[in-house]
Structure formats: structure tokens, C-alpha cells
């Protein structure tokens, strides 16, 4: 493979809204430069980087994929992300490990949530980023329309440097604003012919130049006090101005043009060269000397200490286990064992291979700059740091939000539990963005994601690359249950049927406990009327019977049990007898100290645009939630409130009907509480209903 300088480099991430054309530009740009001889499309299923089965079958991009190009000696490594926001995991992955950003934006829509949501990780990590508009071919589309949401969207200017010539049926190029020149491209997206710009543009040209010259002028004194003046900025000045302030993201380039008719293209590429950072003008990343070391600032050196983060973890087929990963400083050898910081062990060595779509291609090493892939290493996975053991460099992990959306998921078969379990944990360690725990209450497996959708693509890997079936369920609440008076009794379990007998008698008194302060066990037994070696088995019994509780089946807490009298036999006591006596006893006294329900309240902080706050408050309060405090801040309202667990189960579908995909929020358990005597009944009448039906 062809090695290329580092200021020839460019790792630059696409990202959208679904729909916007995003994949179909990747597409575009490879056929534009030759590395595919066909013009692929994601709704026929050919496109480039959308090869995975269901992406073929759903028709939009599920997994980062790397696409990569060679225009004018420079090598750009292209990352298409997914557009869908069930899929953040690899939006954010990938925004990390790339040195810039290309926000592709529809023409007709405009911006959309999507947008919004990946123009702030951006802004989160700092990224400098192009806009192209695309769909410059579709009916109503807008340029201008476009441009003014992008410029409300930013604390960063967001200037053209183009306009497109004509629109909708009647698009055929753009006019740069810079050289004040037009551009007409072929069918295969290289510029065929430049001139003077078309005539009854002259208004449209003025008005666009003028904010680029305005923002551009801010960025350089010596410009903004000659711009100021009057005079006229030369061609020269004005590109290298844009060029170093797009860079260190101080402007945002806006670009037009259609991926479809391959127009705008080739101006695209040199704007990724020209105004897009190497990782050398990207400059240092924030590292650590060892895991929980001390912060310290790693340079893009080839010959500095190694330093690699994987960004995505896959499996092939065919070449089973794949980790993606980046090279920050250093210098990755195939034949040397790479050193996991992150869980401080080394791998084995493992085959390096340079990516491009699906194809793949064994290398001797990786350096800065560079995205590859290791094949089937041990047991490193996404997030971890791959350094030398000498180095010990360590990065921390992408942040990613907290799964909220929670699904029960059961196999249809009993005898697929065991592939089940296996095939969700190596489909979690994939996918750090996604959680799976075993209620120990409910007995349920539950998958915590972010979206409907992503769970769905998860059932479907289940059936078809592990052979497991199953079914999603809303998860059961985990509910507890405790005592609110006192209560006195007693309990003899006496059983003859021939040869020994059992004979216990055990005595107990019950009293609740503060919230939280848990189970307590009190031996006030006197004169030996239970014997010493029986105690422990009286208390088996009442922790046995704590487990299996008094109303519904769900365990009790907060309660103090004191047992202070009992019976027993000379030859018919045994430790099984005062258990079984302890537990009913327990539980005979237990419905006589006025038994409760108690149900999980979480705290909750709901992040919405402001317009939408009154509709957010209104719902929760109709899911029996409690309003604690709100803030406002720069048009977004977070809302901070405790709700029900059983209310808010899936309040993720909620939540994007109220704020139209607007909103986030963040769920954490926070107390117990009792459930509402209606409430109650109903739960108890549905437990009684499941028993009978099993």
C-alpha cells in the first residue's frame, strides 16, 4: 500500500439526518475518482460502504463504514455514519477519531434533528467541519432557506463559499465565491468548463460573497482593518484566510450541489483538501501516561509513542472479529503483540489490515493519520487503548450517553437461553452503547439501548447470525414489599407419616424499619426454648421467605424480624422443620402487620427545546411524576423530575412523539416508594392472573 505524508492525510466523518444523501455522496465522491466503476445507490442496496445484509434490506447505514479516495496526492479516508439516532454509539465513535466533519444537509428538509444532534458532538469535540447542501436537483429545493437554519444552528459563522447555478430540474453547477467563477461538471462529476458567473445572479452573488468576506475578514486583524477600510481583498488572501480559520474550525464552509447528478463533487474534494485539517494541523490530543495517569498532551508523531484507539468492533463472516481503530502517535507494527492499556495485558500479534468498504488488505503497519483493523485479536474490544508496553499511553473512551429504551427479551425456545446470553454479550461488546443485565427479581434478560430500532437490528442478528429466536416484552418493574405496623404470631409445623416425624414451633415478632435500612435478624430467645443449633435454620427460613414475599412474590425489606420463643422435639426437631416453621411464621405474621407495596420512583433530567417544556411537565405529571426544578439555557429547557419506573418504562417513544426527536433524557433509580392502593390491587389481581394461566 501506498504511504502517504501526514499533512497528505485526511480522516474526515460524514454525518446527516437519514435521508440527506449522505451515503449517496461517499458513493459520489469514490465514483467521481474512480474507485468504483459504477455509480452504487442505498435503495437498490449497491452502495459502497452500506454492504452489511441489513443494510442491503433496511436500505440505510446501520455501522460506520470506511471509503477511502487519492485525489491530487492526498489520501482522505472517508467515515459514513449512520444517520439514525438509535445508532449514536457510532456516530459519536466516529466523530472522535476523525479530524473533521462534513454535515450533509437536504436541500428540501433543511436542517433536521439529526443534524442538530450531530452539529453539537462536533461542537463537543471540537471538530472543524464543511456543510454540503445536496439535492440541489429535487423539487423545492432551497439553498438560501438551507443556509439561513445552518446559520441559526451555529455559535460558529457559518458562510458559502458557493451558490449553486439554477436548482431543481435546472441545476448545473455553482459558482465559486472565492474566485468568483462558475463551475459546470460531466457525468462523472470532474468540472468540465469555468467561466464568468450567469449575469441574473449578480444579487444572489453579492449577498453570499458579502457574508463570506465579513466573516472571513473577522478572523485576521490585518484583513478586517483593510476590509474595513474599503479596500478590496485580493483572491489569494481571502482563500488563504478561509483556509486557516476553517481548519481550526473558526468558520464553517457551506457547499451546494446534488450527489445523484454529480454536481458539486470535485469543488467537495478540494474543499476536504483545502479547508479540512491533516492530523498534523490537528495538533496534540489529550492522553494519559497509564491508565489513571496523569493528563498529558500527545503530539501526531510517527516516531513518538504509540498510541491507537478502536473506534468499532465487528464480526465478519469470513474474517471473524474485526477492531477499527485510529492511530494517534506512533507507529503500529503487524508483527510486533500490541500492549491493551486499557485492561493493562498484552495481545497477541494479529494480522493489520488497511480497510476500504469491505475490502481488506493485510499491511506491515499503521501510523498517525491512519484507520485500520486488526483481525481476531484476543480480547480487546471498543474503547480500549492499543499502545507498547513500553509507552503505556492511554485515551480514554468515547463518552456515550446512557441507554434509557429497555426491552425484555426471552427466547422462544428454552434450550436457546445459553446461546442467547453468549450472543447478546459479544453483541454488547460490539456495541458499547448498548447494556445487558439479568434482573435478579424478575428473572427477565434486559437489553438497555438507545431506540426502537436498534433493538430490532438486534433481534434480527439474533435470528440470523446466532440461530436464536425471540420475543420483546416491556420489562416486568422490579417491586418490592415490606411491613408498615407490628405484628405477633407464631407458627408449629408438626408431620407424621410413619418412622420420624418433623416438629418445630418458632415465635417471631415483626417490625417495620426506616427506607433503606434493610432486613435485620433478632434472637431474643431465652432458657434454650429453641436449641442454639437451630437458630441458624430459623433464620434460612425467614430470609427464604423474605425472597419469596407476601403479596405478590416480590421480596421484602426494611423489616426487623425478632424471634423470642419456640418449641421443639427430642427426636423429632431437625434444622428442615424450624426452617419450614420460620417461614411460615413469618409469613402469618408478615399479613397481619399491614403489608405494602413498594415501587421504584427514578430521578429523571428531560433536556427539550423550550417550546416543547409545557408539554413535557403536563406528561409527567400524568404519569404520577413529581416537577423537582427546571432550567433554561440558550432555547433548551431541562426539566428535573422523579416519576415511577412503571410510568416511564418506555417514555424514550414518549418523549420523541413530545419534542419531535428533539429531546434526551437520563434516568437513574432513586428511592422506593408505595404503591397507590388501586394500583396495588391491580398488580396483585395480574400476579394472581399469570400463576393461574401458567
Same mark, same amino acid.
Given at each position: ?9 485526511r ?28 455509480l452504487?445507490?442505498v ?16 436500505h ?18 472517508i467515515?459514513?455514519?449512520? %444517520? ?13 477519531? =476523525?479530524?473533521?466533519? &462534513? ?15 450531530c ?36 455559535? !460558529? ?7 449553486? &447555478? ?7 453547477g ?11 461538471f ?5 468540472? !468540465?468548463?469555468q ?7 449578480a ?7 458579502t457574508?463570506l ?11 478586517c482593518?483593510?476590509?474595513?477600510e474599503?479596500e ?13 480559520? =476553517? ?24 474543499a ?10 490537528? %495538533? ?28 468499532? !468492533? ?5 474474517a471473524?472479529?474485526?477492531?477499527y481503530?485510529?492511530?494517534?502517535? %506512533? ?21 493489520l ?18 484507520i485500520?483493523?486488526?483481525?481476531k ?11 507498547s508496553e513500553?509507552?503505556? &499511553? ?14 425484555? &427479551? ?12 453468549t450472543?447478546?454479550?459479544r ?10 443485565f439479568?434482573?435478579p ?8 439501548? !438507545? ?47 410413619g ?18 435500612? %434493610? ?11 429453641i ?22 412474590g ?30 411460615? =411464621? ?12 413498594l ?9 427539550v ?30 426539566i428535573?423530575?422523579t ?9 424514550s ?12 433524557y ?22 394472581k392472573?399469570?400463576k393461574?394461566?401458567e
Amino acid at each position: 500500500m501506498k504511504e502517504y505524508p501526514l499533512e497528505k492525510k485526511r480522516i474526515v466523518a460524514m454525518t446527516a439526518h437519514n435521508g440527506a444523501g449522505k451515503t449517496s455522496l461517499v458513493e459520489a465522491i469514490l465514483f467521481s475518482n474512480g474507485v468504483v466503476e459504477r455509480l452504487g445507490s442505498v435503495d437498490s442496496g449497491s452502495a459502497f460502504t452500506d454492504f452489511a445484509d441489513e443494510e442491503r434490506e433496511r436500505h440505510y447505514t446501520i455501522h460506520d463504514a470506511i471509503a477511502e479516495v487519492a485525489p491530487k496526492d492526498h489520501r482522505i479516508q472517508i467515515l459514513d455514519l449512520p %444517520g439514525y439516532g438509535d445508532f449514536v454509539g457510532d456516530v459519536r465513535s466516529g466523530l472522535r477519531v =476523525a479530524d473533521g466533519a &462534513i454535515v450533509v444537509v437536504c436541500a428540501v428538509s433543511g436542517v433536521e434533528v439529526e443534524t442538530e444532534k450531530c452539529w453539537a458532538y462536533a461542537d463537543e469535540f471540537k471538530l472543524p467541519r464543511l456543510v454540503f447542501v445536496n439535492k440541489m436537483d429535487r423539487e423545492q429545493a432551497d439553498f438560501m432557506k438551507a443556509l439561513t437554519q445552518l446559520r441559526k444552528l451555529s455559535e !460558529t459563522p457559518v458562510v458559502p463559499i458557493q451558490v449553486p &447555478i439554477g436548482s431543481q430540474a435546472n441545476l448545473q453547477g455553482v459558482v465559486d465565491l472565492v474566485r468568483l467563477q462558475a463551475f459546470y461538471f460531466d457525468e462523472k462529476g470532474k468540472v !468540465t468548463r469555468q467561466g464568468e458567473p450567469p449575469a441574473d445572479m449578480a444579487d444572489m452573488i453579492e449577498e453570499a460573497r458579502t457574508m463570506l468576506l465579513d466573516s472571513v475578514a473577522e478572523t485576521d486583524d490585518e484583513l478586517c482593518m483593510r476590509y474595513l477600510e474599503g479596500e478590496t481583498l485580493k483572491e489569494n488572501e481571502i482563500a488563504s484566510a478561509l483556509g486557516a480559520a =476553517a481548519k481550526r474550525g473558526a468558520i464553517v464552509p457551506v457547499l451546494c450541489g446534488s450527489a445523484v447528478k454529480l454536481v458539486g463533487i470535485g469543488t467537495l474534494v478540494d474543499a476536504i483538501i483545502n479547508l479540512l485539517p491533516s492530523p498534523q494541523e490537528r %495538533g496534540e490530543i489529550a492522553a494519559r501516561k497509564g491508565k489513571g495517569g496523569q493528563e498529558m498532551m500527545l503530539a501526531p508523531d510517527p516516531n513518538g509513542p504509540l498510541a491507537s484507539l478502536i473506534f468499532k !468492533t465487528v464480526t465478519d463472516p469470513y474474517a471473524g472479529r474485526l477492531s477499527y481503530l485510529r492511530v494517534f502517535s %506512533g507507529t503500529l507494527h503487524a508483527d510486533q503483540p500490541p500492549y491493551n492499556s486499557t485492561k493493562e495485558r498484552s495481545e497477541r500479534v494479529c494480522n493489520l489490515a488497511h480497510v476500504n468498504g469491505k475490502t481488506m488488505t493485510v499491511i506491515p503497519r499503521a501510523t498517525v493519520g491512519d484507520i485500520a483493523a486488526y483481525t481476531k485479536l484476543d480480547f480487546s474490544s471498543t474503547g480500549d487503548t492499543l499502545t507498547s508496553e513500553s509507552d503505556k &499511553i492511554y485515551l480514554d473512551p468515547t463518552p456515550l450517553p446512557r441507554p434509557m429504551n429497555q426491552t425484555a &427479551i426471552y427466547c422462544l425456545t428454552k434450550s436457546d437461553e445459553e446461546k442467547l446470553s453468549t450472543a447478546l454479550g459479544r453483541i454488547v461488546e460490539e456495541d458499547p452503547s448498548m447494556r445487558m443485565f439479568r434482573d435478579p427479581v424478575t428473572h427477565e434478560t434486559v437489553l438497555h439501548g !438507545t431506540g426502537e430500532m436498534q433493538v430490532d437490528v438486534v433481534t434480527s442478528r439474533l435470528k440470523k447470525q446466532f440461530n436464536v429466536q425471540v420475543e420483546l416484552k416491556v420489562p416486568k418493574v422490579a417491586y418490592k414489599e415490606t411491613i408498615t405496623g407490628a405484628g405477633e404470631g407464631s407458627h408449629r409445623h408438626k408431620k407424621q407419616s410413619g418412622g420420624r416425624g418433623q416438629f418445630a414451633e418458632v415465635h417471631l415478632r415483626l417490625r417495620p424499619r426506616g427506607r433503606g435500612e %434493610g432486613y435485620n435478624f433478632v434472637n431474643s430467645v431465652v432458657g434454650g426454648t429453641i436449641p442454639t443449633k437451630f437458630i441458624p435454620a430459623v433464620e434460612k427460613g425467614i430470609k427464604e421467605a423474605l425472597l419469596a414475599g407476601i403479596l405478590t412474590g416480590c421480596p421484602v425489606e426494611d423489616v426487623e424480624v425478632d424471634v423470642f420463643f419456640g418449641k421443639d422435639h427430642p427426636v423429632d426437631s431437625s434444622e428442615m422443620a424450624f426452617k419450614i416453621a420460620a417461614g411460615m =411464621a413469618f409469613r402469618e405474621v408478615a399479613l397481619k402487620s399491614n403489608p405494602i407495596l413498594l415501587e421504584p420512583i427514578v430521578r429523571m433530567e428531560i433536556t427539550v427545546p423550550e417550546e416543547h417544556m409545557g408539554d413535557v411537565i403536563g406528561d409527567m405529571n400524568s404519569k404520577r411524576g413529581r416537577i423537582l426544578g427546571m432550567d433554561t439555557v440558550k432555547g433548551r429547557s431541562t426539566i428535573r423530575a422523579t416519576a415511577p419506573l412503571s410510568e416511564v418504562l418506555r417514555y424514550s417513544i414518549d418523549l420523541k412523539s413530545i419534542a419531535r426527536g428533539r429531546g434526551s433524557y437520563t434516568m437513574e433509580l432513586d428511592t422506593y416508594e408505595p404503591v397507590p392502593y388501586e394500583k396495588t390491587q391491580q398488580i396483585i389481581a395480574d400476579v394472581k392472573a399469570a400463576k393461574e394461566a401458567e
